[in-house]
T-cell receptor, first 115, second 115 residues
Framework: AQSVAQPEDQVNVAEGNPLTVKCTYSVSGNPYLFWYVQYPNRGLQFLLKYITGDNLVKGSYGFEAEFNKSQTSFHLKKPSALVSDSALYFCAVRDSEAAGNKLTFGGGTRVLVKP | AAGVIQSPRHLIKEKRETATLKCYPIPRHDTVYWYQQGPGQDPQFLISFYEKMQSDKGSIPDRFSAQQFSDYHSELNMSSLELGDSALYFC??????????????FGPGTRLTVL
């Protein structure tokens, strides 16, 4: 079975400060990991993914994420947050050994960037 | 770039009525997924189709059915609607060329309200 945990319901950060959104996962095989962002009344927008290779993955809008196999984590980071980054962020996983291709999402973390 | 199209965007139904949601995937994408997102919840996988065949099934009620047509668009049919079916329904699509780890691109969602 595949599962994802986002331990923080909300993260508050001042504009210009670093932003980190935490994610841990559990899979039987190898993880395929994804981050999505959701703005109010909008669909989910893909930010970045880790499949294999370098542990540091760079994505859209200046976001990056670091895959840590020993800690089973895939934290999302941004060096300098913008007010416009305020949104709901979802981490998702797919187990390489799972049948089908469905994503399992974490509970989401609301990010609030204050001016 | 073309995105996933969903219609209608908003739908209001009475209890015990039926509803049909439509999804038009990104051109050349061969896999379609349906997710349900309740208020304040993370998206939950319902069902997916690859090349017009059901490829995976999640927590989809027996009252719901779905199919993918020859032009790759998909429809989610919901019968005997209940108040608890009120949610945002997302369709996503992906292409399998290059592997089954490709990211899913989400549509804007259909907001279903059951009164």
């Amino acid at each position: 079975a595949q599962s994802v945990a986002q331990p923080e319901d909300q993260v508050n950060v001042a504009e210009g400060n670093p932003l980190t959104v935490k994610c841990t996962y559990s899979v039987s095989g190898n993880p395929y990991l994804f981050w999505y962002v959701q703005y109010p009344n909008r669909g989910l927008q893909f930010l970045l993914k880790y499949i294999t290779g370098d542990n540091l993955v760079k994505g859209s809008y200046g976001f990056e994420a670091e895959f840590n196999k020993s800690q089973t984590s895939f934290h999302l980071k941004k060096p300098s947050a913008l007010v416009s980054d305020s949104a709901l962020y979802f981490c998702a996983v797919r187990d390489s050994e799972a049948a089908g291709n469905k994503l399992t999402f974490g509970g989401g973390t609301r990010v609030l960037v204050k001016p | 770039a073309a995105g996933v199209i969903q219609s209608p965007r908003h739908l209001i139904k009475e209890k015990r009525e039926t509803a049909t949601l439509k999804c038009y995937p990104i051109p050349r994408h061969d896999t379609v997924y349906w997710y349900q997102q309740g208020p304040g919840q993370d998206p939950q996988f319902l069902i997916s189709f690859y090349e017009k065949m059901q490829s995976d099934k999640g927590s989809i009620p027996d009252r719901f059915s779905a199919q993918q047509f020859s032009d790759y668009h998909s429809e989610l049919n919901m019968s005997s609607l209940e108040l608890g079916d009120s949610a945002l329904y997302f369709c996503a699509s992906s292409g399998t060329r290059g592997g089954y780890h490709n990211e899913q691109f989400f549509g804007p969602g259909t907001r279903l309200t059951v009164l």
